[in-house]
Nanobody
Framework: QVQLVESGGGSVQAGGSLRLSCVASTYSDGINCMGWFRQAPGKEREGVAASHRRGGYTYYADSVKGRFTISRDNAKLTVYLEMNSLKLEDTAVYYC???????????????????WGQGTQVTVSS
């Protein structure tokens, strides 16, 4: 069983930056794709960004393209999310997620994700 542990959430003013980290407890093909979903109050959980360990494939939601950057260190089983130019609408609980493939992000199907972290709050204020 894989456990995902996130860190790096917090509060920031609009226009600021935050960096999230997520480390997996063990390697398996079940975490080939690692990334982030987020959930704002009253809204569904949505895919933000994902990275596949093979081939350098990355996915970004349209709402974060050009502002967020996902990267991973396979040796450390860690994925990072660099968030710049943060907006009020980025406020949400951010969940690290892992799956054998990046389909859950592409299909916007959070329910099909195999592994979840506990979530970390990101609050952007004006």
């Amino acid at each position: 069983q894989v456990q995902l542990v996130e860190s790096g959430g917090g509060s920031v003013q609009a226009g600021g930056s935050l960096r999230l980290s997520c480390v997996a407890s063990t390697y398996s093909d079940g975490i080939n794709c690692m990334g982030w979903f987020r959930q704002a109050p009253g809204k569904e959980r949505e895919g933000v960004a994902a990275s596949h360990r093979r081939g350098g494939y990355t996915y970004y939601a349209d709402s974060v393209k050009g502002r967020f950057t996902i990267s991973r260190d396979n040796a450390k089983l860690t994925v990072y999310l660099e968030m710049n130019s943060l907006k009020l609408e980025d406020t949400a609980v951010y969940y690290c997620a892992a799956d054998p493939g990046c389909g859950p992000w592409l299909k916007e199907d959070a329910l099909s994700v195999d592994y979840w972290g506990q979530g970390t709050q990101v609050t952007v204020s004006s």
